[in-house]
């Protein structure tokens, strides 16, 4: 009886305090951490919740002859709730200090989380700056389909490549595709050495202790797996292609003469590009070859596509039309990958047409009937899952994203003829520019946009299981072939 009194006179007191409390928001911050991971369906813990990413300051300096690293990242974030804490990934390396809004927060690691406690609570819509003192030997991260990524040291220099979750092991950030940021990637090497990254270069100079300094500025968005830093002693040429888009290219020593023939194509692959597709999003493009034996595959890296050695014309074709499909318009999450390499791949198929080569026509029948050498880089197992629905995180790179990707395309051509399928691949470009989209985004973008019902389609080849029958359609007419400016 006394304590049920207690608990009635309580209550309107209780009423006042929390009266109060609102009256006072602009005093009394109501943070709660934000999430660990933004589950992701292939990589659930990729990503943090409640901040968006503006930009990244990296300074990073790295001796090859040590393979050590000490870096700085400052992150300029918006809170998009009220926040205590936040994570941010990083994998390995040791972390010295953090600061948030210039005053010292408490940190601490588990896994590949870093979970930073500002000395204040920070309020939603706040933009706020994050300083991460870092350093260490950086190890790659292995992918569940065992390939490497993140930092990777070679014989004299190192690249780094993220995708899908290699960027945590070079720097902390918000590593999933949906948070795009800006860029500034300021890397210092010993004398003798060059630093490349992506973007432009601002400022190349000599610093103390026979080091040089490279500043590099990325202007338009950008997700964490598209950034790199290359570091050997490249040759370095510069040019501009024919409508003025500077083009920056690092060589290995020695893969020089190999990368020449396609590298002389890349300002003509722009052109392509920038008529088939739109615009060219960037305002720079160029290459970086690696020397052999240090990375096992190629990678679209924003601007600059990272090579395991000299490239031929197809892998440039195919890591530059992904500056428009998978840099500039970025899958919503891994299980998008197929908007990234079935377009990259479809791409490849339009060029050789183009050139007079294989008609798309001819390979989409090609693979039907369990042909396959028609594409150099394919094997027979083009059609073993759906390309949206890899069956595990260990499959997201596998043929059916790419060839069976490339073909869903092929199938819409067919289905609404080339005037509407070029009008939509100019348009999904366009539309989504410096953006991220989904699979369902695309499937309504294509439907609305051509006026056709193409729920065949996607059931059978982009959602459908096993090997799909051949169409029962006339093909649309041949493209009349667009011109290559320049
Ligand atoms: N996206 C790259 C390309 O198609 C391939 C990356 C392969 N990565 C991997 N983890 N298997 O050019
Ligand atoms: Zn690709």
Redesign the pocket.
């Known amino acids: 009886m006394e304590h049920r009194a207690s608990v009635r006179l309580a209550a309107p007191l209780l009423a006042v305090l929390l009266g109060l409390t609102a009256g006072c928001t602009g005093t009394t911050v109501q943070g709660r951490p934000g999430a660990s991971g933004l589950r992701d369906p292939y990589f659930p813990r990729a990503g943090n919740g409640g901040y968006q990413v503006e930009h990244y300051d990296l300074d990073l300096a790295y001796d090859p002859a040590d393979g050590q690293l000490h870096a700085t990242a400052v992150i300029t974030a918006r809170a998009e709730q009220g926040l205590s804490a936040f994570n941010l990934d990083l994998s390995g390396l040791k972390v010295e200090g953090v600061d948030v809004q210039g005053a010292g927060a408490r940190f601490n690691r588990t896994g590949n989380e870093l979970t930073v406690r500002p000395a204040k609570d920070l309020k939603k819509g706040e933009v706020f700056r994050t300083e991460i003192d870092y350093s260490g030997r950086p190890k790659p991260v292995v992918?569940p389909?065992g390939?490497k990524?993140g930092w990777i040291a070679g014989p004299d220099g190192a690249v780094a490549v993220g995708?899908?979750v290699g960027s945590m092991g070079w720097f902390p950030g918000n590593h999933h595709p949906s948070d795009k940021a800006t860029y500034d990637i300021t890397v210092t090497v010993p004398n003798g050495y060059e630093a490349v990254s992506n973007g432009e270069l601002r400022s190349r100079r000599q610093v103390e202790d026979g080091q040089t300094e490279f500043a590099w500025h990325s202007p338009e968005p950008m997700a964490s797996y598209l950034a790199t830093v290359a570091v050997g002693k490249f040759k370095v040429t510069t040019g501009r292609t024919a409508s003025g888009v500077a083009v920056y290219d690092a060589v290995a020593p020695g893969e020089e003469a190999g990368s020449a023939p396609a590298l002389a194509r890349l300002g003509e692959i722009v052109e392509w590009g920038s008529a088939k597709f739109g615009p060219y999003p960037f305002g720079t493009a160029g290459s970086i070859v690696m020397p052999p034996r240090t990375l096992t595959?190629?990678?679209?890296t924003q601007t600059k596509p990272v090579y395991p050695g000299a490239p031929d014309e197809e892998l440039v074709l195919?890591?530059m039309a992904?500056q428009w499909f998978g840099d500039s318009v970025s899958p919503k999450s891994w299980k998008d990958m197929w908007l990234?390499?079935g377009f990259?791949t479809y791409a490849e198929w339009l060029w050789a047409e183009d050139r007079g080569g294989v008609s798309a026509q001819r390979r989409f029948e090609a693979f039907l009937a369990g042909d396959t050498s028609v594409d150099p880089h394919a094997d027979g197992d083009w059609d073993a899952f759906a390309p949206a629905s890899p069956p595990g995180p260990d499959k997201i790179?596998d043929d059916p994203v790419?060839y069976r990707g490339a073909m869903v395309l092929h199938r819409i051509r067919q289905e609404v003829g080339d005037a509407k399928f070029f009008g939509l691949l100019r348009g999904w470009a366009a539309d989504h520019r410096h953006g991220n989209a989904s699979t369902a985004d695309f499937t309504a973008y294509a439907e609305r946009r051509t006026g056709h019902d193409l729920r065949t389609v996607w059931d059978v080849w982009l959602y459908g299981e096993g090997r799909p029958a051949a169409p029962a359609v006339t093909p649309a007419p041949a493209a009349t072939p667009t011109p290559a400016a320049g």
């Open positions: 992918d389909d390939s990524e995708e899908p595959y190629a990678l679209e195919h890591e992904h990234n390499e990259a790179s790419y």
